[in-house]
């Protein structure tokens, strides 16, 4: 491999926002002609990006191993810097909020649990359909407990909806919604007629999320180990709509939110039983990133995300 001198100081300063999102594309695209694609720029304007930012790092960045293209180990190490300078940048000029929202060019991107029921995420997505037509809005999942501060720092995500309690001091969060948790399973199954104990419950064979955390499981698991509690999980999935028609076809049990269990029990013919133990109930919270607290786009969809909330929790219970 050829090695390239480094930059002087000189070149360090032509390190602009078209380099910088030359670097990121070819970071994430491993091609030229795929990240000249994503950019929608000329293959040789792209070329000549990676020639220049070669010698601006002083690395080869892309190199060919047999057919394709492959980042090299300083490469890798680029990438996560680059998109979280970007999204700074993009803070630069989204501060000043147009006079309506239905002036914003944005893509929202908010990661969360399933836990939440099919009407809440609608009165969001609608929210925004009436409000700002011209955004879009990225729903994802959540990995572990660190990985989404992670996704939050480097600029990844924009906010996050987290059941954990513990924050970095470097996040804000406003609560969303608290409800109770509750046992979910088919209306005949043998714990759905009379008052289901803490042995009956540890007895079951269970349905459950994804861990969250490392080590930890679920905040489920998280609170069964504060009373002294493990249970056998037979189905743990992150694919959480399975869940009716899993329950309607075994004695398996289903512990979530009271909003997705009345959802799904109105819906599948599901029986709700109240946990058998008194618990702290699920919480809610919206997470972001300081960096963005002051971004009026940011604070207007939060504000709308926490305005659904608030419907969401007025409803009538069943």
């Known amino acids: 491999m050829a090695v390239i001198p480094p930059a002087d100081d000189d070149g360090v300063r032509r390190l602009d926002e078209p380099l910088l999102r030359s670097l990121y594309a070819l970071l994430t695209e491993a091609s030229v002609s795929q990240a000249a694609a994503k950019l929608g720029i000329a293959q040789s304007a792209m070329s000549r990006h990676l020639r220049v930012l070669r010698q601006l790092t002083g690395d080869e960045l892309l190199v060919r191993v047999g057919n394709r293209m492959v980042p090299t180990e300083r490469a890798q190490t680029l990438a996560a810097p680059a998109r979280r300078i970007l999204a700074d940048m993009s803070l630069l000029t989204s501060q000043a909020m147009p006079s309506s929202p239905r002036e914003l060019r944005l893509s929202f991107r908010l990661a969360t649990y399933d836990f939440l029921p099919k009407r809440f995420f609608a009165d969001v ?94 905040i489920i698991d998280a609170t069964l180990s504060g009373l002294g509690v493990a249970v056998h999980t037979a189905v743990r999935t992150q694919f959480l709509s399975l869940a009716p028609a899993v329950l309607s076809a075994t004695d398996l049990v289903f512990t979530t939110g009271r909003l997705l269990a009345e959802d799904f029990a109105s819906e599948h013919g599901l029986a709700i039983v109240p946990f058998p133990v008194r618990i702290p109930p699920m919480r809610y919270r919206l997470v972001w990133h300081e960096r963005t607290h002051a971004n009026r786009a940011m604070r207007w969809l939060r504000e709308e995300i926490v305005g659904a909330a608030r419907l969401l929790a007025q409803r009538p219970r069943s």
């Open 125 to 218: 997505i609608g929210r925004i359909a009436r409000e700002a037509p011209e955004c879009d809005l990225v729903v994802r999942g959540l990995g572990s407990r660190f990985e989404h501060y992670r996704q939050l720092a480097d600029g990844e995500v924009d906010m996050v909806i987290t059941v954990w309690p513990e924050l970095p001091a470097h996040l804000r969060a406003t609560s969303l919604l608290t409800e109770p948790l509750v046992c979910l399973m088919r209306p005949d199954h043998p714990l759905a007629g009379g008052d289901m104990t803490l042995e009956d419950f540890r007895r079951a064979r269970h349905f459950t999320s994804l861990e969250h955390m490392p080590g930890q499981g679920s």
